[in-house]
């Protein structure tokens, strides 16, 4: 099959790769020269773990073809993916206008029958305003082509983009016609060889199933974290809650960690956004607003424990931070509790060393104007000269480290783990003070 997929960040380049790999004969567009430059001389623009070798292998065999060509994007594909951002206007909701620009140039170039795919995260209504995009242009050029337009959110994780494409749990598609629906079952069935995982339902519903999903899996973390603050205070262990109710199958395991706030570029932006929509439709979502409330709060947990242990004002301070990514196997900075953190701290006066084995270049990008955080090659050399260890991202090689270490190099033997990394007996045998999320009672 001849495939466009129009914007090359995490969902258009994972999409276009994976939709190679099976086959298809895939030309993705970007506008941003300096993108396809770097994706045409064999490098990706991010990180993401085996999407290098997934668009390396398919480039080289000829099926995976990158432009920043509109017309030949237009003319090459009949399925037309659009996976451009949906960054948040000022008050929370989806800007479309790169995907409202994408429809027209549709519009005003194609000649043939095409499905137009909205991929990225878009508002329930956003497929009826593309139709309507595509529909004027073609008026004002005065013909008719006939078009589908579909829905088909996407949802994978960054840092398992790949898995999650080529072993996904369900393929989620809203569309309306029959010859669309024809071809999304033969765009997807090398996908889909163990059993059916096509969810067909119409364009709005799908729409909203992406923020439904999102939104739920926001909610479960903001309630664990509320949780674990509650557990604190009543002398329990959110680790042993988590473990009680998550072997209940209605509850499940997932999705049930505490930690210093859930980040990234999906749950803030489409909380926000789902709130946001349900206002125009004149509902408050009182469920999901407490969600955003609690994850703004949660950001600060780390601080406060901070500030408890070593007072407000942080000034001579100095802190060594593990982990800039708002999770493991990114380099994402995007709504990280780092941010807030780092900020927080620098404002009271402290200093702070950051080690991420990825992230470090987009810290020195959005930190570029604050002198008081550098930067460490290895994890150890942050501690240097620090009073305490602050770990905000769960990264593998952050799982074992050497506490004798930590405690002969820190002045004061404290950890502020922000994702319960560790066993507190250990590190209290290695006479460090342990401060993690929810840990209410101390555990042997
Ligand atoms: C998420 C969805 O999982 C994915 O289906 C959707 O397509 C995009 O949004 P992603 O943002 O890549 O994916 O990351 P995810 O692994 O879901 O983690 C999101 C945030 O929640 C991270 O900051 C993570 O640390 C946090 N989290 C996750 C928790 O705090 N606790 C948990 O139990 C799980």
Redesign the pocket.
């Known amino acids: 099959m001849k495939i466009t997929v129009v914007g090359t960040g995490y969902v258009g380049l994972v999409s276009g790769a994976c939709l190679a790999e099976v086959g298809n004969d895939v030309l993705c567009l970007d506008l941003n020269p300096e993108k396809i430059r770097i994706l045409k001389d064999g490098g990706i623009p991010i990180h993401e773990p085996g999407l290098d070798q997934v668009v390396s292998r398919n480039v080289a065999a000829g099926r995976l073809h990158f432009t920043t060509s509109i017309e030949e994007a237009v003319r090459f594909g009949t399925v037309q993916f659009i996976a451009v951002g949906t960054p948040p206007d000022e008050d929370g909701s989806a800007d479309l206008q790169y995907v409202l620009a994408a429809a027209r140039n549709i519009g005003r170039l194609m000649t043939d029958y095409k499905v137009v795919i909205d991929k990225s ?1 878009v508002p329930v209504g956003t497929a009826d305003k593309v139709r309507g995009a595509i529909a004027e242009e073609l008026v004002k050029r005065d013909v008719v082509v006939p078009y589908s337009v579909v829905s088909n959110p ?8 790949v898995e ?1 494409f080529m072993r996904p749990d369900r393929i989620v598609v809203g569309a309306d016609d029959e010859q669309a629906i024809n071809l999304m079952r033969a765009l997807y069935a090398p996908f889909q060889r163990s059993h059916e995982k096509l969810v067909l339902m119409d364009v709005r519903s799908a729409e909203l199933t ?1 923020y439904a ?2 939104a739920m ?2 909610t ?2 903001s309630f ?2 509320e949780l674990a603050v509650l557990a604190e205070k009543l002398g329990a262990d959110i680790e042993h809650v988590r473990q009680g109710i998550g072997s209940d199958p209605r509850i499940g395991r ?6 210093c ?7 803030p932006k ?1 909380v926000k956004a789902l709130i946001q929509t349900a206002a125009s439709a004149g509902q408050g979502l009182k469920v999901l607003q407490a969600v955003e409330d609690a994850n703004e709060a949660q950001k600060l947990v780390l601080v406060d424990k901070i500030t408890r242990r070593f007072g407000s004002d942080l000034s001579g301070k100095h802190f060594a931070l593990w982990g800039l990514a ?2 493991p196997n ?1 380099d994402d900075m995007r709504e ?2 780092s941010r807030v953190l780092i900020s927080e701290l620098c404002k009271r006066g402290a200093t702070v060393t950051a080690y991420d084995p990825v992230a470090m270049d987009e810290a020195r990008r959005i930190f570029a104007e604050e002198p008081r955080l550098s930067y460490a090659v290895r994890p150890m050399q942050a501690l240097d000269g620090a009073d305490a260890l602050v770990i905000v ?2 990264w593998l090689e952050f799982r074992s480290p050497d506490f004798s270490a930590i405690r002969k190099t820190l002045k004061s033997p404290a950890v502020f783990d922000g ?1 319960n990394m560790y066993d507190p007996a250990l590190l209290l045998a290695n006479g460090l003070e342990y401060e993690a999320i929810g840990l209410g009672i101390k555990r042997n």
């Open positions: 995260t996407e949802f994978l994780k960054e840092g398992a983009a999650d992406k999903a999102n899996l926001a479960r973390i664990m974290n997932h999705f049930l960690y505490a930690g706030g859930y980040g990234g570029s999906c749950f489409d708002f999770k990114t990280a509790p991202t769960e994702r």
